[in-house]
């Protein structure tokens, strides 16, 4: 449990930090310079704030009313800077084995590490005879040796093309799911919607929240920290059946079916699909001669006016769904709350990230 | 063959031993000082920085007098450590002290600068992982910074080695006591007929300050090698 609130000046900004969660991975997500990593750097003790308070799992890390401030090295938080900050007078071994050495920690899970991470070979090599991604690797691998209590990643794929991302992206999965409680600093809404369980909106000098991803989107400010030009839905899901020949993925999206066309997965894997509200279209009968794979029989909730549409919250059971249409395209259909439709998905409009 | 006299022996090694010395004791301060004006802003800074320069700048002699001044039997640094046993005053470790406070500008200038090269982002990145500041100067900063420290440890030398303004008139030029090579070399010069002897000398302090300059930048060339990765 993390538990963060706090002022802070810095030169030419300042921040007020409030939020709290216990989230495996929780998101700190908001434009480049919004401050997200202000905010990871007061969790970490690497800056003070003006005033504020750090509770990590019940430990007071920071506390300006009594004037305590556990120092960085107390702290167990492992830090995964973005530019990697590797030694560079030392080989990867030594850098591995550098946070065991100060704590001397008698077996420290150096072979774990270097096979989560896949970094045998790189054992005797020096920091400049490495990629970016082998070197983001080995300093992840370097803060996972000190057994924090929790990691914080930032910006870990920034910087890297596809091909290193796919480098990185698998560990990352899997991290998340054996390692430590994870702090993810990220400006790409991808990497947020495929790995969050808590997202905290940093921007207009504020980072708030721990919400779900879904919610989180669902506020106006996440469209402007994303850069994203409509709403977007963040479903939960779980595939039922992967038809490998055709390219065709059945997902159960909260009791409702949905097809998507996904690659590596397998039946019983639980993912989440990203649907821009733009690629959702509505109807009032079922048009079974169209194209559209998913026809989703849903309830409109509730309608908001906004510059460039309609937006149309829509639902089905748990299932929530948003749907951008125009002006035109509401009255047509004489859209109001209660109303049942057909909400349109085209397949390849699913978007996947988990 | 080349030959040395014993009295040109006596000189070589209280050369050496004064330079040694006033290199060796000046490290640590050197170091520190070099640390503290390379990562701290304090009030004073520019003031200490330009007093740790000052050796630099003043003519040999005006140091020397003002060790003199402070260190001599009844100055007030000379003084208070008498009581002590540590006399500067007429002896070689004078001739070291001067040694030292001439080359520290070196040191401690060479130093500061490998530490201003030293990214502070690395440091606090041992910090995360668990390293005091302590811990955090001795893994990270001193070897990352150790050619700029061998490099400075060259000069100070050096210049110890050839120092002469500020021995000879801190402790005079005592033979066998504080009277190095370069102040042997200038007492010859006195002398009417001591070409011959000059002559030799200037040899022997050439091959001296070749073979200390050839054997430290073999010795800060390993360092940085080991050290490695550093540019």
């Given amino acids: 449990m993390l538990k963060v609130s706090a002022h802070i000046v810095l030169d030419d900004f300042s921040l007020d930090v409030a939020f709290s969660s216990d989230a495996r991975i929780t998101c700190l997500f908001g434009r480049s310079g919004a401050g997200k990593t202000t905010v990871a750097e007061l969790v970490a003790g690497l800056i003070r704030p003006i005033r504020g308070r750090v509770v990590l799992d019940g430990e007071v890390l920071l506390d300006s009313d009594t004037g305590l401030s556990v120092p960085v090295w107390k702290r167990r938080i492992g830090y995964v800077f973005q530019d990697a900050r590797l030694f560079p007078h030392m080989t990867v071994r030594d850098n591995l084995l550098y946070g065991p050495r100060r704590s001397g920690d008698p077996d420290p899970a150096l072979d774990q590490a270097v096979a989560l991470l896949g970094l045998e070979s790189l054992l005797e090599r020096r920091p400049d005879a490495l990629s970016g991604g082998e070197a983001r690797r080995v300093a992840i691998g370097r803060a996972l040796l000190t057994r924090p209590r929790l990691l914080i990643l930032d910006e870990p794929l920034a910087g890297l093309d596809g091909a290193r991302r796919g480098d990185i992206l698998p560990y990352l999965d899997q991290l998340a799911r054996e390692g430590p409680p994870i702090l993810y600093v990220s400006h790409a809404v991808d990497e947020v919607a495929r790995l969050a369980d808590r997202v905290v909106l940093v921007g207009d000098g504020q980072a708030v929240g721990a919400e779900s991803p879904d919610a989180a989107f669902d506020r106006p400010e996440a469209e402007t920290a994303a850069g994203l030009s409509a709403p977007l839905s963040i479903l939960d899901g779980q595939v039922t059946t992967h038809d490998t020949a055709r390219n065709a993925t059945r997902i159960d999206l909260a009791g409702t079916s949905f097809l998507a066309p996904l690659l590596d997965v397998s039946p019983g894997d639980r993912l989440r699909v990203v649907v821009d509200a733009r690629d959702v279209a509505l109807a009032l009968t079922d048009p079974v001669d169209a194209s559209f794979q998913n026809r989703l029989q849903m309830q409109v909730a509730a309608l908001e006016v906004r510059a460039d549409g309609i937006l149309v919250r829509l639902e089905a059971g748990e299932l929530r769904l948003k749907a951008l249409v125009t002006r035109q395209a509401s009255e047509q259909l004489a859209l109001a709350p209660g109303k049942r439709v057909f909400a349109l998905v085209k397949a390849t409009a699913a978007a996947r990230y988990a | ?231």
Avoid: C
Avoid at chain 2, 16 to 42: C, D, M, N
Avoid at chain 2, 91 to 112: C, E, K, Q, S, Y
Avoid at chain 2, 144 to 164: D, I, Q, S
């Fill in chain 2, 1 to 231: 063959m080349f030959t040395l006299s014993p009295e040109e022996q006596q000189i070589i090694g209280l050369s050496l031993k004064v330079a040694a010395t006033a290199t060796l004791f000046s490290l640590p301060p050197g170091v520190a000082l070099a640390y503290l004006l390379s990562r701290y802003s304090f009030p004073g800074k520019a003031l200490l920085s330009g007093l740790t320069h000052l050796p630099l700048i003043l003519p040999p002699v005006v140091t020397g007098y003002a060790l003199l001044l402070l260190f001599g039997r009844s100055g007030p640094l000379g003084r208070l450590l008498e009581p002590m046993g540590i006399v500067f005053a007429f002896d070689w470790t004078g001739a070291a002290l001067a040694a030292a406070v001439m080359g520290f500008p070196l040191l401690v200038r060479a130093v500061r600068l490998s530490f201003d090269m030293v990214d502070p982002r690395i440091e606090s990145a041992a910090g995360t992982l668990g390293a005091g500041p302590i811990v955090r100067f001795l893994t990270i900063t001193l070897p990352l910074a150790l050619p700029g420290v061998a490099a400075g440890t060259v000069l100070a030398f050096a210049k110890a080695l050839g120092e002469f303004g500020a021995t000879i008139t801190f402790v005079a030029s005592i033979p066998g006591e504080t009277r190095t090579l370069p102040l042997a070399i200038y007492s010859l010069t006195q002398l009417p007929d001591g070409e011959a002897a000059l002559l030799r000398l200037i040899l022997i302090s050439v091959g001296v300050s070749i073979g200390a300059l050839v054997l430290s930048e073999w010795g800060a060339r390993s360092v940085a090698r080991r050290v490695g990765g550093v540019r």
